[in-house]
């Protein structure tokens, strides 16, 4: 409609010439005054285009390292399990991938534990505020310049929320955009950057959005003696993210936020349930893990992969599996007895790097399966797992600041994230490096140097963790 007008006013534009010669100079302002309205309209209508600029890891100190082994004896002094539980905290601690550095914050290296709201406040601001210094040291940002502010947490929950607590410390603007995620699970770091993404892309050029991942376990240590809820305990250790995005690339931009993908199973009862936070039959307040839990990760993998697929599968590997899709539809419409499996595409080939939420051994495991993917692409998400542990939502940052760390990272890399989380979710995310890092985030900076490392194969990897 807009170019109609357009020409109707160049052929207008030319009648009038011929017949006077002040008017062509007013209609070619006018002319150049349209065109320049239209392509700005143009130019708007188009999504733009989001940016990471950096993001920063937390490090604990060596004081709260506690290794497995130590973690089951305070359990057992602490709440008088018998020998039976003993056992099988034992066997999943040997098949779990978690390493002897992992970290739980002081509360927890009581016996028994302290469920101090005092302490969880500490905690929550030790490893929020250490990340986002480090964070704004590493971008030479000041908060001032900050106008997104989300922070997402599962399970605990403050008044004022969490983003208060960040405004306050660092004195944001008044006119800050800022809202907290909770009861997502491990997946809510990656919802955080779509939300992120999405307000980013109204607000003017400049723009930047401070996404902070964590989850605060000093209130969180189940006492009681059911198997599936005791697997927290053994699984979930400290950590958290600041992660910082602009939708200018002129604010020194280290990768490209290429796609973003969501899906939620929890219309089906079995995934809604599958990571379902209870009080079982003695009163104690956990988070149950059906033993359905990996077989739901999947599934909701699969439905994940459907959208994510064709937009970064190269065509050779969609056409293969378009092509047996069709064969199989031959063979079942001919009722033929030859076996026809259809063909699984390599997705080892859409991304440079992958970082799979490490939510325990057995969902890495079956992730890798899925995907067809090799041990080396995995392997960020193992030593992540083996040197941090389940640290939740922050868990895939840890994982790209290890494929950084280790010098692996290249301009124009594609770096592959997918996050699970109750409800039941599967996200990914897909960015397209820019600038690597010069040099390994201080979480990784003194431990690298160890990694990769070998860690004992898993005997049943259909099972949790």
Not at 122 to 139: G, H, N
Not at 186 to 192: D, E, Q
Not at 321 to 343: C, P, W
């Amino acid at each position: 409609m807009i170019l109609n007008k357009l020409t109707q006013i160049c052929q207008d534009s030319r009648l009038l010439t011929s017949s006077t010669k002040n008017l062509p100079i007013r209609h070619l302002l006018a002319f150049l005054l349209i065109t320049l309205v239209t392509v700005k309209y143009l130019l708007t209508r188009h999504p733009r285009r989001v940016y990471l600029v950096e993001y920063a890891c937390f490090g604990p100190n060596s004081n709260y390292r506690i290794a497995p082994a130590s973690l089951i004896e305070n359990v057992r002094l602490a709440y008088f399990l018998d020998d039976d539980n003993i056992s099988f905290l034992s066997n999943i601690c040997r098949r779990s991938g978690l390493g002897d550095e992992t970290c739980l914050p002081s509360s927890h290296h009581y016996i028994p534990s302290i469920p101090s709201f005092t302490l969880a406040r500490m905690e929550a601001e030790q490893v929020i505020f250490t990340v986002i210094d480090d964070l704004f040291a590493k971008a030479s940002t000041e908060p001032s310049k900050i106008d997104i502010l989300i922070a997402n947490c599962s399970l605990m929950t403050m008044v004022p929320s969490i983003t208060d607590m960040i405004i306050n410390r660092y004195k944001l603007r008044s006119d800050i955009q800022n809202m907290q995620l909770s009861g997502m699970g491990c997946s809510a770091g990656l919802i955080a950057v779509g939300l992120a993404r999405n307000l980013l892309r109204t607000m003017p050029y400049g723009a930047h959005a401070l996404v902070v991942s964590t989850e605060i376990l000093t209130c969180n240590c189940y006492a009681g003696k059911k198997r599936s809820m005791q697997l927290t305990n053994m699984l979930f250790r400290m950590g958290g993210a600041a992660v910082l995005l602009s939708n200018s690339r002129a604010n020194g931009a280290r990768f490209q936020l290429l796609h973003t993908v969501r899906t939620s199973t929890g219309a089906q009862d079995s995934a809604y349930r599958c990571a379902f936070q209870e009080e079982d039959h003695e009163g104690n307040l956990g988070v149950n893990l059906s033993k359905d839990l990996v077989a739901m990760a999947g599934e909701a993998l699969k439905a994940n992969i459907t959208t994510i697929a064709p937009l970064l599968l190269p065509v050779s590997e969609q056409l293969s599996f378009l092509l047996s899709s069709i064969a199989q539809k031959v063979f079942i419409m001919n009722k033929s007895r030859t076996g026809h499996h259809q063909y699984v595409p390599n997705f080892g080939l859409a991304a440079e790097h992958f970082c799979i939420h490490a939510g325990g051994r057995a969902v890495i495991d079956a992730v890798q399966r899925s995907l067809n993917l090799s041990d080396e692409q995995a392997e960020p998400s193992r030593m992540t797992l083996h040197r941090f542990g389940n640290t939740s939502s922050s868990s895939v940052w840890y994982e790209m600041a290890y494929c950084e760390a280790k010098q692996s990272m290249r301009k124009g890399d594609r770096v592959w994230m997918i996050g699970f989380g109750a409800g039941y979710n599967c996200n990914s995310t897909v960015w397209k490096c820019i600038r690597p890092a010069r040099s390994a985030d201080s979480a990784w900076a003194n431990c690298i140097h160890r990694y990769p490392m070998e860690v004992k194969s898993q005997n049943k990897s259909n099972q949790l963790p």
